[in-house]
């Protein structure tokens, strides 16, 4: 049994990884245009560097919630 | 717009541009047909002999072949294309030498030129190779359409003269390329004829090998459409951007990137790293004492003592790259929403006011030319400077 949770466990941190990075693109999108909006200057182009950092944040929590979400979810599956 | 790269086969190759430079492979595919391939040959080779330069071809196989191939209203039977093996580089075009050769197999026996025992171009019959060999020498007229087709060389050909004598009025206009920007006002400042011919290449080719270093610059394919299908009167074209500017540095930006095109959504496709920059430095300039002093955070840096040694380093005869809050160059203590968010290029003439605490020193963006003095208050310096890159360019 604990085996299988493990297992189930590391399956979870796969799923999630896939999908937040799938939710760190949409966040640094998100942000990018947030910055190119925000330009005070939008004759002189700046590029959204930071959204690559800032898009870091939002993910954390949402990738854990998933991770937990996933893991109950494939444990009630296969218990 | 989907900024994801529909260029699949990119993903399961390594850097083409490395493979290139080690002869391990040829290349990856193409976008163009091979007949369109032949034709960029055809015109490489003809320019390359007016301008007295060697050429390099990137196939992705060593053999191209067509059928009833149309030069400038002349159907050429047959035409083959064929590279020596690991011999794409610095192909001297200035002469050639006439070639026989018989395929036992099929019986067909094919006439053709060789340049360099490199490349080879061969033929169905003798008036096939004369129209080739006229055509090569500059004799006929030339329906050739460069790949920025809704570009004007002659406002391409000015805009470089100018760069040439100032590369500071390379300028990035709207586009999110100050990454790109910095590199090619490095490339105008020191290598000034590689510039030109990076520059028409890829007007001409969408492909270019830089320099010595034979690098090799190719816009990916993408679904918003590649780089040289934007029309400059069309309302997409960034405006007041500098035709020459807009090839060369989208061409640059969109050869380098691996998922995004530049004009991904919101400009995430602009993003230059400095790891982005630093390997541009390395593998296509081979810059020395390639440093990287920056910080995403502005964290654990000491602002005063950094901007004394780039100076240090710039007096030095390094090429010093800045990464600032654009903020910075109007003296404004607020953040922009994302900070660090551009890259200039450090030029010098610094003093510093400790009375009034400001700071004066010289730098290239945004096509202002190469020194554009700014003054700035010594706490908005602080809060907007990241850090710099610093490299040797001989």
Redesign the interface.
């Known amino acids: 049994m604990k085996t299988m949770k493990i297992m189930l466990f590391i399956i979870s941190i796969l799923i999630t990884s896939a999908l937040s990075l799938a939710v760190y693109f949409i966040f640094i999108v998100i942000l990018s245009m947030y910055a190119k909006y925000t330009n005070p200057h939008p004759e002189h182009g700046v590029m959204p560097l930071g959204a690559l950092v800032y898009a870091v944040i939002p993910t954390i929590p949402i990738s854990i919630f998933l991770l937990l979400k996933i893991y109950k979810w494939l444990l009630k599956k296969y218990e | 717009m989907l900024?994801l790269s529909s260029y699949s086969t990119f993903f399961v190759q390594a850097d083409p541009s490395t493979e290139f430079k080690n002869d391990v492979a040829i290349t990856e595919f193409d976008e163009d047909d091979k007949e369109r391939y032949i034709r960029k040959v055809f015109h490489k080779i003809r320019n390359a002999r007016k301008e007295k330069r060697t050429i390099d071809v990137a196939m992705s196989i060593y053999v191209y072949s067509a059928y009833n191939f149309n030069l400038n209203g002349y159907t050429l039977k047959r035409v083959i294309l064929q590279m020596k093996i690991y011999s794409y580089s610095d192909i001297d075009v200035s002469s050639y030498k006439d070639v026989d050769a018989y395929n036992p197999i099929i019986g067909l026996s094919s006439t053709g030129i060789q340049f360099d025992d490199k490349l080879t171009l061969y033929f169905d019959n003798e008036d096939d190779k004369q129209t080739v060999i006229n055509y090569i020498n500059g004799n006929d007229s030339d329906d050739f359409i460069p790949a920025f087709s809704h570009f004007d060389e002659k406002m391409i050909d000015i805009e470089i003269a100018q760069r040439q004598n100032n590369p500071g009025l390379i300028n990035?206009?709207?586009?999110?390329?100050?990454?790109s920007a910095i590199v090619g006002n490095l490339i105008a400042k020191h290598y000034k004829t590689d510039f030109k011919y990076l520059v028409k290449d890829l007007f001409f080719y969408a492909e270019a090998f830089f320099g010595t270093t034979n690098y090799l610059i190719k816009p990916r394919n993408s679904i918003t459409g590649q780089n040289y299908h934007i029309n400059p009167n069309d309302g997409f074209y960034?405006?007041?951007m500098p035709q020459s500017d807009y090839v060369l540095l989208t061409s640059i930006k969109n050869s380098e990137n691996k998922v995004f095109s530049y004009d991904?959504?919101?400009?995430?496709g602009?993003?230059?790293?400095p790891s982005d920059i630093t390997s541009l430095l390395l593998k296509m300039l081979k810059s020395k004492e390639v440093i990287d002093i920056t910080s995403?955070?502005g964290t654990g840096l000491d602002e005063m003592q950094l901007l004394s040694d780039m100076d240090t380093d710039y007096s030095g005869g390094y090429e010093c790259i800045m990464?600032i809050d654009?903020n910075l160059l109007?003296d404004d203590f607020t953040e922009?929403?994302?900070?660090?968010?551009?890259?200039i290029n450090y030029r010098g003439g610094l003093s510093i006011d400790t009375i009034n605490s400001k700071i004066t020193f010289k730098l290239f963006t945004?096509g202002q030319g190469d020194g554009k003095q700014y003054t700035v208050k010594q706490a908005v310096f602080e809060k907007h400077f990241y850090g710099y890159i610093k490299a040797k360019i001989v």
């Not at chain 2, 990035?172 to 990454?179: A, D, M, N, V």
């Not at chain 2, 991904?264 to 995430?268: A, N, P």
């Not at chain 2, 602009?270 to 790293?273: E, F, H, Q, R, Y």
Request: glycine content about 20%; some cysteine.
């Open positions: 900024p990035q206009s709207s586009t999110p390329l100050c990454g960034p405006s007041g991904g959504l919101g400009g995430v602009g993003i230059a790293l995403f955070l990464l654009s109007s922009s929403g994302l900070r660090p968010n551009h890259w945004w």
